[in-house]
C-alpha cells in the first residue's frame, strides 16, 4: 500500500500571556490508503490540535511552528488558502466531536449538504440534492428527499452525526478524520456510528484517522495506533501488539482504566493519578514521569525518543521510553498508582 | 450490518411536531405569544398614523383657536386644546411622525455605526478590538442626557451660523429651516449615545458564532469566508440583533422625549410629544388632559415595544427550538 499522508515532526504552539504552550511537539505518522489509525490519549494531549493542524483549522492563538504535511507529496502547510479550501471538505473530510452544534440551526439539511458538493463538485444545485439524498440513504436515513427540507433541530443526535458524516464523505476525501465522534452519543448509537464508518470505509476505501480516548472503540475500528502524551507520540504499534503487548507505562495505564468482560468481579479499575502538564517549556526529561510508576532517574533528565521497542512483535511497534517495562516488577498497587 | 439495522429509530417527538420553516416556527411562536400580539397593534397603529396623520387630523397642528384655549376635552377637540387654543389629538398624531422618524432614523444609524464597528471588533480582534471597545465604554461612561445636552449647546450655534452662510452663498431655501439643525443633533445625539449598545451586541454576537461548532465544520468542508459569513455568521447573529432594535426604537422615542423635556429636542413648530409632555406639565393641576393625552400615547409605544420586544426574544431564541 502507498502512503497516503505523511506527517513529519509537526510542531503546534499557542501563544498565551506569558509565552507559549507547546501543544504539539514533532509528531511523525504515517497513513497508508484505506488504513484506519487511531489515536488515544487524554484530554489535552494533543490528539484534536494536531488534526486541526493538518488542515490548518487553529484558533489564531496557535501557530504551526515546524513539519511537514505531505498528502500524496504535496506540503498541506505551504498551500494557500484557496488551494486548502479545495483540500478540506474535497480530499481531507472531518467529523467532530459534538453533532449537535455543528450544523447551522439556520439552514435546512438540503442546503447544507449541497454546499460543498456545489462548491468542490461544481454541481448545480438540484444534481447537489439528489445528491445528498442518496447520501442520507448511505448514512442510514431514510427517506431522504423529505428529510432534506428539514433543519437540524428536527434530527437528533445520533442523527445529525449521520448527517455530518455524510457531509464530510459527500465529496468522497481521500482522509476522514474523526474526532472523538462518538464522545458526545450515547453507547447504542455510538456502536451504530462506529459500524457506520467502518462500512463506510470498506465501501470507499477511504483512509481514517480516529481520534479518541475510548479504547474500546479503537479495538474495533483501528489497524494501527498511536498514543499521545503532553503533545509527542509516545507509543505506536500495530492495534493488536499494542493491546498485548503495550510498552509504555501510560498505555499500561489506559489499559488499566478499562473495564474487561474477562476480569475477576470484584477488581478494581487503576487510574492514573495526576493530569497531564501544561507544557509551558518543552520538556528537557519525559513529560510523563511524574504519572509514572516505572519512573527512573535518567526519566527526570532526558526525554526519550520514539524509537522501535525490542523484541517487537511487529516492525512497526515503537514507544517512548527509557524502561524496559517488561522486566520492572511493580509492588502491588503500585501499578499506575498515584504520585 | 445492513442498512436497515442501524436506521436510528430515536426520532420521535420534538422533531415530529415541527416539521416547517424555521421562520414561519419563529411567526408562529410570535402570534401564539398574547403580549406580542397586543403590542404589534399599536406599533402598526403608530406607523399607519405617522404616514397618514396629516390625512386624520380635525385641525392642522399650528391651526390656533383662541376661543377655545385651555378647552376641556369636548366632542370638538377630543383631547381639548392647548394654551394657544391648539387641537391636542391633531397634535399628538402629528407627534407620531416625529416619534417614528426619531425612532427609525437614529436607530438606522446607530444600527449602521454599530454593526460596522462590532463586525469589525469582532472580525478583526486584536488592537481593533481594543481600540473599539474602549470607544464604547467611553461613551456608555457619560450619561446619556447631559451628552445630549453639552452636544446640544456646544454644536447648534455653530451648525445654525454655517446654515446661514450656506444661504447666503446659494440662495438655497432649504439651508434656511433651522429645524434641520434640531433634527440633525437630535439624530445624531441619539445615535451616539445608542451605537455602542448595538457595536457590543454585534461584537458579541460574532465572537460567539465564529467560535461555534457549524462554522468550524464548514471550514473543515472548505467553504469559502464570505458564504460562512452570509450563510453561517449573520443569520445566526440577527435574532438578538432584531430584538435589540425591536427594544432600541421604543427606547430612542422615550429618549426623544427626555430630550425634548430638557429643551434640547425637537423643536417647536414640529409637535413632539416630549415637548408636549413638557409643556402639560407646567399646568398639569389645572389642566391635566394636556399632559395626560402624550403621556398615555408615550407609555402605550413603549410597553408595545418592550412586549413585541419580548415575543420576538422568546420566538427568535435557538434554545427553545428543542433538540
Known amino acids: 500500500m502507498s502512503v497516503l499522508l505523511d506527517v513529519q515532526d509537526l510542531q503546534t504552539r499557542f501563544q498565551v500571556r506569558k509565552g507559549y504552550v507547546y501543544?504539539?511537539?514533532?509528531?511523525?505518522?504515517?497513513?497508508?490508503?484505506g488504513d484506519t489509525l487511531a489515536v488515544v490519549g487524554e484530554s489535552g494531549c494533543g490528539k484534536s490540535v494536531t488534526m486541526l493542524s493538518l488542515v490548518r483549522l487553529l484558533p489564531p492563538a496557535a501557530s504551526i511552528e515546524n513539519g511537514q504535511v505531505l498528502l500524496r507529496g504535496e506540503d498541506l502547510l505551504q498551500l494557500n488558502l484557496r488551494q486548502l479550501r479545495d483540500v478540506r471538505g474535497g480530499e481531507i473530510g472531518m467529523i467532530f466531536q459534538d453533532p449537535m452544534t455543528s450544523l447551522n440551526p439556520f439552514i435546512n439539511i438540503g442546503t447544507q449538504m449541497a454546499e460543498p458538493l456545489i462548491y468542490h463538485r461544481g454541481m448545480s444545485k438540484s444534481e447537489a440534492l439528489a445528491r445528498s439524498a442518496e447520501l442520507l440513504g448511505m448514512v442510514g436515513i431514510p427517506d431522504g428527499e423529505a428529510r432534506l427540507r428539514e433543519y437540524p433541530h428536527q434530527f437528533s443526535g445520533g442523527m445529525r452525526q449521520r448527517v455530518m458524516i455524510a457531509m464530510?464523505?459527500?465529496?468522497?476525501?481521500?482522509?476522514?478524520?474523526?474526532?472523538?465522534?462518538?464522545?458526545?452519543?450515547?453507547?447504542?448509537?455510538?456502536?451504530?456510528?462506529?459500524?457506520?464508518?467502518?462500512?463506510?470505509?470498506?465501501?470507499?476505501?477511504?483512509a481514517v484517522i480516529w481520534i479518541t480516548h475510548d479504547l474500546s472503540v479503537v479495538a474495533g475500528i483501528a489497524d494501527r495506533v498511536i498514543v499521545m502524551y503532553a503533545g509527542y507520540i509516545v507509543e505506536e504499534a500495530p492495534v493488536d501488539a499494542l493491546f498485548e503487548d503495550p510498552r509504555h507505562p501510560y498505555t499500561?495505564?489506559?489499559?488499566?482504566?478499562?473495564?474487561?468482560?474477562?476480569?475477576?468481579?470484584?477488581?478494581?479499575?487503576?487510574?492514573?493519578?495526576?493530569?497531564?502538564?501544561?507544557?509551558?517549556?518543552?520538556?528537557?526529561?519525559?513529560?510523563?514521569?511524574?504519572?509514572?510508576?516505572?519512573?527512573i532517574d535518567r526519566c527526570r533528565k532526558e526525554n526519550p525518543m520514539l524509537e522501535p521497542v525490542i523484541d517487537a512483535s511487529d516492525g512497526g511497534h515503537r514507544a517512548a521510553c527509557w524502561v524496559d517495562i517488561r522486566e520492572v516488577e511493580l509492588e502491588a498497587g503500585a501499578a499506575a498508582g498515584s504520585v | 450490518?445492513?442498512?436497515?439495522?442501524?436506521?436510528?429509530?430515536?426520532?420521535?417527538?420534538?422533531?415530529?411536531?415541527?416539521?416547517?420553516?424555521?421562520?414561519?416556527?419563529?411567526?408562529?411562536?410570535l402570534a401564539a405569544n398574547k403580549l406580542a400580539v397586543i403590542g404589534i397593534i399599536p406599533i402598526v397603529l403608530?406607523?399607519?398614523?405617522?404616514?397618514?396623520?396629516?390625512?386624520?387630523?380635525?385641525?392642522?397642528?399650528?391651526?390656533q383657536d383662541f376661543t377655545a384655549r385651555l378647552a376641556a376635552p369636548s366632542s370638538e377637540h377630543w383631547l381639548g386644546t392647548d394654551e394657544l387654543g391648539r387641537d391636542v389629538f391633531s397634535r399628538i398624531l402629528y407627534g407620531a411622525r416625529t416619534a417614528v422618524a426619531v425612532g427609525l432614523v437614529s436607530t438606522a444609524i446607530s444600527l449602521i455605526v454599530g454593526l460596522i464597528m462590532g463586525s469589525l471588533a469582532g472580525y478583526l480582534g486584536g488592537r481593533v478590538d481594543m481600540l473599539v471597545v474602549w470607544l464604547t465604554d467611553m461613551t456608555r461612561s457619560m450619561p446619556a442626557l447631559l451628552l445630549a445636552i453639552v452636544i446640544n449647546l456646544t454644536l447648534k450655534v455653530p451648525l445654525e451660523a454655517w446654515m446661514e452662510q450656506m444661504y447666503l452663498a446659494t440662495k438655497n431655501g432649504f439651508f434656511r429651516q433651522t429645524m434641520w439643525v434640531d433634527l440633525v443633533l437630535v439624530f445624531g445625539?441619539?445615535?451616539?449615545?445608542?451605537?455602542p449598545g448595538y457595536a457590543r451586541l454585534i461584537r458579541g454576537q460574532i465572537l460567539s458564532i465564529r467560535s461555534r461548532n457549524y462554522v468550524l465544520a464548514a471550514r473543515a468542508l472548505g467553504m469559502p469566508t464570505g458564504r460562512i459569513l452570509t450563510r453561517y455568521v449573520i443569520p445566526n447573529a440577527m435574532g438578538p440583533l432584531i430584538v435589540a432594535v425591536s427594544a432600541g426604537l421604543g427606547g430612542a422615542m422615550v429618549l426623544e422625549s427626555a430630550f425634548s423635556f430638557l429643551g434640547v429636542g425637537v423643536q417647536?413648530?414640529?409637535?413632539?410629544?416630549?415637548?408636549?409632555?413638557?409643556?402639560?406639565?407646567?399646568?398639569?393641576?389645572?389642566?391635566?388632559y394636556l399632559l395626560a393625552g402624550p403621556a398615555v400615547m408615550m407609555a402605550i409605544i413603549t410597553v408595545s415595544f418592550a412586549w413585541l420586544g419580548d415575543g420576538l426574544n422568546d420566538a427568535l431564541n435557538p434554545r427553545q427550538w428543542g433538540g
Open chain 2, 189 to 195: 445625539a441619539l445615535a451616539l449615545i445608542q451605537w
Open chain 1, 23 to 33: 501543544a504539539v511537539n514533532g509528531v511523525s505518522f504515517q497513513l497508508d490508503q
Open chain 2, 268 to 288: 417647536l413648530p414640529i409637535p413632539s410629544w416630549g415637548k408636549m409632555i413638557s409643556d402639560g406639565l407646567r399646568m398639569w393641576q389645572t389642566h391635566p
Open chain 1, 252 to 295: 499500561v495505564g489506559l489499559m488499566g482504566a478499562l473495564p474487561s468482560l474477562a476480569g475477576e468481579t470484584g477488581t478494581r479499575l487503576t487510574t492514573i493519578g495526576g493530569s497531564p502538564p501544561d507544557l509551558v517549556d518543552l520538556p528537557d526529561f519525559c513529560p510523563f514521569h511524574p504519572r509514572c510508576p516505572y519512573a
Open chain 2, 1 to 29: 450490518m445492513t442498512t436497515q439495522e442501524i436506521t436510528p429509530t430515536d426520532d420521535f417527538g420534538i422533531a415530529e411536531a415541527s416539521r416547517t420553516n424555521l421562520w414561519k416556527d419563529a411567526f408562529a411562536r
Open chain 2, 46 to 63: 403608530l406607523f399607519f398614523i405617522a404616514i397618514f396623520g396629516p390625512y386624520l387630523t380635525p385641525y392642522d397642528f399650528l391651526a
Open chain 1, 168 to 206: 464530510s464523505m459527500s465529496c468522497e476525501p481521500a482522509v476522514l478524520i474523526a474526532d472523538e465522534p462518538t464522545t458526545a452519543l450515547d453507547v447504542t448509537i455510538q456502536a451504530q456510528i462506529v459500524e457506520l464508518v467502518k462500512e463506510l470505509r470498506d465501501r470507499s476505501g477511504v
